[in-house]
């Protein structure tokens, strides 16, 4: 059974860092690109980063580059979105998705079949 599981959100001030990290189990990890989104209330769901299958290519929404880094350890069956220097603006619940690799990197949520159950990110000003 296919499962993401988030962890690592919470409430954090402007100007701080949080780590989030997602658990993926029940397939082979290493053959799916794995994709970071975020939802506002009342906004739709919108990308944030995304990594290869090897962890050699990223790419990241332009609100977050800079800030933001994609990361993962396929030993571990885990990626990770560290963020730094966060805004109120970056107040979501936070998802991790994934994707067979073949394709590459995607944007779209539409493109990602597997979804985790998300997490909350806080940023008080």
């Known amino acids: 059974q296919v499962q993401l599981v988030e962890s690592g959100g919470g409430l954090v001030q402007a100007g701080g860092s949080l780590r989030l990290s997602c658990a993926a189990s029940g397939r082979t990890f290493s053959y799916y690109v794995m994709g970071w989104f975020r939802q506002a209330p009342g906004k739709e769901r919108e990308f944030v980063a995304a990594?290869?299958?090897?962890?050699?290519?990223?790419y990241y929404a332009d609100s977050v580059k800079g800030r933001f880094t994609i990361s993962r350890d396929n030993a571990k069956n885990t990626t990770y979105l560290q963020m730094n220097s966060l805004t109120p603006e970056d107040t979501a619940v936070y998802y991790c998705?994934?994707?067979?690799?073949?394709?590459?990197?995607?944007?779209?949520?539409?493109?990602?079949?597997?979804w985790g159950q998300g997490t909350q990110v806080t940023v008080s000003s």
């Open positions: 990594i290869s299958w090897s962890g050699g290519n990223t």
């Open positions: 998705a994934d994707r067979f690799l073949i394709g590459g990197l995607k944007t779209g949520a539409h493109e990602y079949p597997y």
